[in-house]
């Protein structure tokens, strides 16, 4: 499928709708300009694919809102060259959202049809993390621990604690947290033993499940 006039008219379009609802970082909102979205979701959804909504992807999942990945990506604060860990790669689209933003990334989902898919179509489409991994989220990525980042875009029933762990100093854990509803919620590591908390609203997440599948 082609990235047409239209295909980029509709994003800028989708853009604004993300700004109405008060996204205001310029660098997440040139990232949903450019990014064309159609081409990660299914082609029956394509008409839809810049209409602020969330669908299906392979194995039972979703792709998220792009209001709720523009979110996330904004309280991230991403700079360019920081050390990003994503849990949940699903359909890919946060993860080139994060490579926009200039962030080097390291990209991990439990489920394998959507890991292969995924990490074929990405670097087809020119975006490259420095690496996909199958895995459980639930672990992190200790051996290239600590990150500046860690982003989970799954709901989380708990906050697992090897991804506080592998948090710089100064580093920020954005993870919904809860059953069926989530709270997402920012940790910010303030030394080895401190975590300063905040809550940021109620969003709709799949579940984050553990071990591979
Ligand atoms: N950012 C993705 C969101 C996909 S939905 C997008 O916009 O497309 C959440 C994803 O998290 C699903 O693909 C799901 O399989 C994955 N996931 C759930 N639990 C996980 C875990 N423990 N480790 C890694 N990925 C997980």
Known sequence: MRDTTKHQGLRNQLANVLQAKGITDENVLNAVRKIPRHLFIDSSFVDHAYQDKAFPIAANQTISHPYTVAFQSEVLAVKPGEKVLEIGTGSGYQTAVLLELKAQVYTIERQHELFKKTSLFLPKIGYRPKRFIFGDGYKGLPEQAPFDKIIVTAGAPYVPNPL?????????????????????????????????????????????LEEKN
């Not at 854990?173 to 940790?187: A, N, R, S």
């Not at 910010?188 to 905040?198: D, G, L, P, V």
Request: aromatic content about 8%.
């Open 164 to 208: 506080l762990a592998q948090l710089k100093i100064g580093g920020k854990l954005l993870i919904p947290v809860g059953d069926g509803e989530q709270v997402m919620t920012l940790f910010i590591r303030k030394s080895a033993k401190e975590f300063e908390k905040h809550e940021l609203g109620d969003f709709r997440f799949v579940p984050m």
